[in-house]
């Protein structure tokens, strides 16, 4: 059997903190402590913040089948919040409602973990979630191997995928 690396101290404060952050979203629901505007920042920060974290820097952590859990059940915890608390006239505006951002949570860990799961079905090898300083012919000291077109294709096929998951009501 493969060998599952324990959660790391990093990784259990990252998770403890985002639950917090979470109950904190459902206590201000039912009582209401903050004006409309901050909390549609925070919303929104919390949305694309998490989708950026899961996609981006924390992506090859999600290799690790606990963490891919947790944040995964994370973001069905968070899919619960947004389907509960949609419809309240107060996160309501022109677009429909201002939790919509939450969804970006659950949807990057799906997208990510689908994503990997292709390019390795397909290539026989981990996929590199590229960025800005990354170009096709550069290498990956991480993952030992050149970056292709295919890593390129896949990491905007993904981030598109996330970003109008994030976005749409």
């Known amino acids: 059997m493969k060998h ?17 952050w979470c109950f904190g979203l459902i206590m201000e629901f039912n009582y209401g402590f903050f004006e409309f505007h901050s909390l549609k920042k925070a919303i929104q920060l919390t949305g694309f913040g998490s989708a950026l974290l899961i996609y981006g820097p924390y992506n ?7 963490i891919f859990i947790a944040w995964l059940l994370i973001g069905i915890f968070q899919f619960v ?9 107060r996160l309501s505006n022109s677009y429909g409602s201002i939790l919509s951002p939450i969804k970006g949570l659950l949807f990057s860990v799906l997208t990510y ?18 960025s800005g300083g990354d170009y096709v012919g550069s290498r990956s000291f991480e993952e030992y191997r050149t970056i292709g077109k ?8 993904g981030g ?4 109008l998951a994030t976005i749409l009501p």
């Open 150 to 157: 295919a890593d390129f294709i896949f990491s905007i096929l």
């Open 4 to 20: 599952i690396p324990e959660l790391k101290t990093f990784d259990i404060v990252l998770i403890l903190i985002y639950l917090f």
């Open 113 to 130: 973990r689908f994503i990997r799961f292709l390019y390795y079905k397909i290539f026989k090898r981990e996929l590199i979630i590229t």
């Open 81 to 89: 919040i947004y389907l509960t608390y949609k419809e309240l006239p």
């Open 60 to 66: 090859k952590k999600l290799r690790n089948n606990k």
């Open 160 to 163: 598109l995928i996330i970003t």
